[in-house]
């Protein structure tokens, strides 16, 4: 994933070598890749397939781009032409469009190697892509680490999502070590880029919520993000949006936490072990508790009390 994302961005830095020779391909009709293709009298076998996309010539085109034995990226064409008419010799037509030049150097984001940014490439390298809700992600654990320095080891920490499917989740596994498996992680699926981190032990911790960011880009955002999860984009689509989910990535790493995250203090209900915000706990008798079980209480007992 992290190299089709390399290739993306050299493609729409326009690093690219223009071909555009019809050639032939040996495509694996079971798996739906190609195998290989001749060019220019050399065999040019097919190790990786990186990506499939949509074409833009015919509704029906495909393209894909491919890694080759001897390390290169090339983009494949694949163009069904129209059957109504007379050519009854091939309906399909390969093209080789470009080969993707080599810069590797410079095609990484200026803060892809700093150290400053909590293991920001393991992170990625974990969750197979960077992208914006991953910084998300790290800017909370960061953040939540930062506003409770009392926590004796992360041992005792607990985070509670309100979200089941964010790349954020994967942030907070990798760096935090809080997992769904060992139940330090728990979800609520309500569709909310809110996560509370608590001590389990002490029963107190903060909750932070996303704020509203405009990164001023959301039609075409939204748009190309459609088409990739709707498997209908094209490599263009493709690398239009590695660069917008770049610049996002850039702005949010740019971005202070505080600007980020709107924190609010939490604590646990003694009763329920609900986590509440402070300012929504009784104290009943030094106990902190949330109204419905201080109420359940005091009314249990002021029945005793009338009887
Ligand atoms: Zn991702
Ligand atoms: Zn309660």
């Not at 129209?82 to 469009?97: A, I, K, M």
């Amino acid at each position: 994933m992290l190299e089709m994302e390399h290739e993306l961005r050299a493609i729409g830095n326009g690093q690219a070598e223009w071909i555009k020779q019809t050639v032939h391909v040996d495509y694996d009709n079971k798996s739906q890749q190609p195998l290989g293709f001749s060019n220019n009298g050399q065999y040019n076998k097919v190790i990786k397939l990186l990506g499939t996309f949509k074409g833009n010539l015919s509704p029906d085109d495909l393209s894909y781009l491919v890694k080759t034995v001897d390390g290169n990226i090339y983009h494949l064409y694949l163009h069904l032409s129209d059957f109504n008419s007379f050519h009854t010799l091939s309906p399909v037509r390969w093209t080789l469009e470009f080969r993707v030049l080599k810069k590797r150097e410079a095609i990484g984001l200026p803060f892809w190697k700093s150290t400053t940014h909590m293991r920001l490439e393991g992170v990625a390298d974990f969750h197979g892509d960077l992208c914006p809700e991953l910084v998300l992600g790290c800017k909370a654990c960061h953040m939540a680490i930062r506003l409770l320095p009392k926590l004796d080891s992360l041992k005792e920490l607990i985070v509670i999502a309100e979200n089941d499917n964010s790349p954020a989740l994967d942030a907070i596994q990798f760096a935090l070590g809080c997992t769904l498996s060992n139940r330090k992680l728990r979800t609520i699926d309500n569709n909310k880029h809110i996560y509370l981190f608590a001590s389990a032990v002490a029963g107190y911790g903060v909750k932070l919520s996303l704020k509203k960011i405009c990164f001023n880009d959301e039609n075409c955002f939204n748009k190309f993000e459609k088409k990739i999860v709707g498997a209908c984009a094209t490599l263009n689509d493709a690398a239009s949006y590695q660069k917008l989910s770049d610049d996002r990535v850039e702005r949010l790493m740019n971005m202070d936490s505080e600007e980020v995250f709107a924190v609010e203090n939490v604590r646990r209900c003694l009763v329920c072990n609900d986590f509440l915000t402070e300012s929504l706990i009784h104290v009943n008798n030094g106990f902190p508790m949330c109204e419905s079980c201080c109420l359940d209480i005091t009314g249990n007992n002021s029945n005793v009390v009338y009887q």
